[in-house]
């Protein structure tokens, strides 16, 4: 049963010309990601998956290539982007963070309400609607990047390592939103992450990455029933050895990128 494709990448290459010279952070893209896929991306320090996000995001141009999103022609944003930090704005209380994109959208006020209070239900936000950043925890501020990215509904989400500044329980429990968030909406997803765990619990599929110039130079399909636990990837066979495979791979670029430099 094959799905519709969400996002299409061809060719693209990015360089960044500096001083020193020029840098190539993309070297050759080419990806499609599946309507309603979950991917992770995994890959060295500097291998430009943050570049990547960007360029999907819109906010950088590719030196090289294109890429689609594909719309379903109903008017909502191509995109929304959450971030590790910088994610809420710091003088709106938690519930004008979720509702600010549809504002700026003029939408109706009662959808406004009804998405606003679905979403910040759905993350744990309820009791703390009217608070504002600075009181909040670093895994509540994380929780209103998500609530605010999913309640502007757009076509697909991307995710630079959301949940990487937390601790492992905290970081649990938001990917369980995320997940539980995901299924709803069947929204497409495209994530970075540093942690191998993260993107072996989240993934339907991991694309690793060369250290620079960034390649995609491994796909790994993670076939696995959800929910997953933390357990399944330490005790199932499949995954223990995915977890192995990833990691191996993230040492040889690391150290393949030292000799670069040396
Ligand atoms: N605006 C920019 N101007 C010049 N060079 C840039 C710019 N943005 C990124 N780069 C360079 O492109 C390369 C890729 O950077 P990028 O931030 O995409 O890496 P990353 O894979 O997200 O790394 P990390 O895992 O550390 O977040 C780096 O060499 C970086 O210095
Ligand atoms: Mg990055």
Request: net charge negative; proline share 5%; glycine share 6%.
């Amino acid at each position: 049963m094959g799905r519709k494709a969400k996002i299409i990448i061809r060719n693209l290459t990015k360089a960044f010309y500096k001083k020193q010279g020029s840098v190539t952070a993309l070297d050759d893209i080419n990806l499609t990601i599946d309507d309603g896929e979950f991917v992770c991306i995994v890959g060295p320090s500097g291998c430009g998956k943050s570049t990547l996000l960007r360029i999907l995001a819109g906010l950088e141009n590719p030196s090289i290539g294109e890429f689609t999103i594909a719309t379903d022609g109903e008017d909502r944003p191509l995109q929304s982007m959450v971030f590790q930090e910088r994610g809420v704005i710091p003088w709106l209380t938690v519930e004008k963070n979720v509702e600010f994109g549809l504002k700026m959208r003029h939408l109706p006020k009662e959808l406004i309400k009804e998405r606003t209070a679905y979403y910040l239900k759905k993350t744990g936000l309820e009791k703390f609607s009217s608070l504002y950043p600075k009181e909040l925890s670093g895994g509540m501020k994380q929780r209103v990047s998500i609530a605010r990215a999913f309640a502007n509904d757009p076509e697909i989400l991307l995710m630079d390592e959301p949940f990487a500044a937390l601790d492992e329980q905290n970081k649990f429990i938001l990917q369980e939103e995320l997940l539980s968030i995901w299924s709803e909406t069947g929204k497409t997803i495209l994530f970075i992450t540093h942690s191998i765990d993260e993107a072996l619990l989240l993934s339907d599929r991991i694309l690793l990455m060369s250290s620079q110039p960034g390649r995609i130079i491994r796909e790994i399909i993670v076939d696995m029933p959800r929910p997953r636990k933390i357990e399944d990837i330490r005790e199932n066979p499949v995954m223990a050895g995915q977890f192995v495979e990833i990691w191996k791979h993230l040492q040889e670029e690391v150290q393949q990128s030292r000799r670069e430099d040396g």
